[in-house]
């Protein structure tokens, strides 16, 4: 259904913005009387992964935004609606989640929460005081200094919301633009579209981000062994012609016969055999997969093999 993406410095209150975007969303699909939303936040906690830990260097942050990305594209669907509260500061990252929900078909939008770095420092150090979770210094200025702000001009960036929880907290006016915000966010994630909507865009899937035709895992190997019996069985009747030439060979009682009008040897059966499995597998990239049965497989060697002996 969606894909959200909170944005900011860390401490800036993305956490808080997710929880109250989170209740907003359940309170808007049960006033609309839909109950089957389903609704995840992904964040380090939930992954039992430590601040610290996660951001401590550059190999472990790329490991982090791995098993954050990887849990994303596992927890998309047409009906649930993922919100990812961690930093996302790196655009490049944004691009990877906005591909993800482009991807799956659904909609898309980042949420920024707009806090002055020396605010959020101050909140970072109120934590760290009181006993609660927190970034050690260096790990906090090393993550402001690097963190890239979103512009709306790009796509992945696009629809961008803007908090000010640091205002918020002193300004009634900003507390209610605050609001205001969630509420339009709301809207954006939970409006029915049709034809006619205009201000609500669904990603769609493009052929590069398409996923690849999958055969089943039994695919390969009932290729394998339904062609391997169609060449022993040609080579058990040419033995069983002592030295004369074999016509015709008969697989089974459902498949066409092989028409052959010389001696075959089991090297060029098995080149045969192996030019067959691959352009089987080179077809199934552009069109319908390889068959899954043993019969079928056998039918469309057969026919290959009647083709190949008949120019030959």
């Not at 944005?7 to 800036?12: F, K, V, Y």
């Not at 989170?22 to 936040?41: H, N, P, Y």
């Not at 609660?132 to 963190?147: C, M």
């Not at 709306?152 to 960036?157: G, P």
Request: hydrophobic fraction near 35%; charged fraction near 25%; glycine fraction near 4%.
């Amino acid at each position: 259904m969606a894909l959200v993406v909170m944005c900011g410095q860390p401490c800036s209150g993305k956490s808080t913005a997710a929880i109250l975007l989170s209740e907003a969303l359940q309170s808007a699909c049960a006033t609309g009387g839909d109950q089957r939303l389903a609704l995840r936040i992904i964040d380090e906690s939930s992954l039992h992964l430590g601040r610290n830990q996660s951001y401590a260097d550059m190999v472990a942050e790329k490991n982090l935004r791995g098993v954050l990305r990887s849990q994303v594209d596992r927890s998309l669907s047409k009906d649930s609606i993922v919100i990812v509260d961690s930093l996302n500061n790196i655009k490049g990252y944004r691009y990877e989640l906005w591909c993800l929900a482009r991807a799956s078909g659904i909609r898309y939008c980042v949420v920024f929460c707009d806090t002055e770095v020396d605010q959020c420092r101050e909140w970072n150090d109120k934590r760290r005081e009181i006993g609660e979770l927190a970034y050690d210094t260096n790990i906090f200025e090393d993550l402001a200094r690097r963190f890239e702000r979103p512009d709306s001009r790009n796509r992945w960036d696009s629809p961008l919301f803007e908090l000010l929880p640091s205002r918020a907290q002193f300004c009634e006016d900003d507390s209610e633009r605050t609001s205001t915000v969630i509420e339009e966010a709301v809207s954006y994630l939970t409006k029915k579209v049709d034809s006619k909507t205009r201000d609500v865009k669904v990603l769609q899937p493009t052929i590069a981000t398409q996923t690849a035709v999958k055969t089943e895992a039994n695919t390969l190997y009932e290729m394998d062994k339904a062609t391997q019996e169609v060449i022993n069985a040609i080579v058990e009747a040419q033995s069983s012609g002592f030295g004369a030439t074999v016509n015709k060979v008969t697989i089974g009682p459902d498949l066409p016969s092989i028409n052959i009008a010389r001696a075959v040897g089991l090297p060029e059966l098995r080149s045969l055999r192996r030019t067959f499995i691959k352009l089987a597998g080179q077809y199934s990239l552009s069109g319908p997969p390889p068959p899954t049965d043993s019969v079928s497989a056998k039918r469309m060697f057969i026919d290959y093999l009647n083709r190949e002996f008949a120019s030959s």
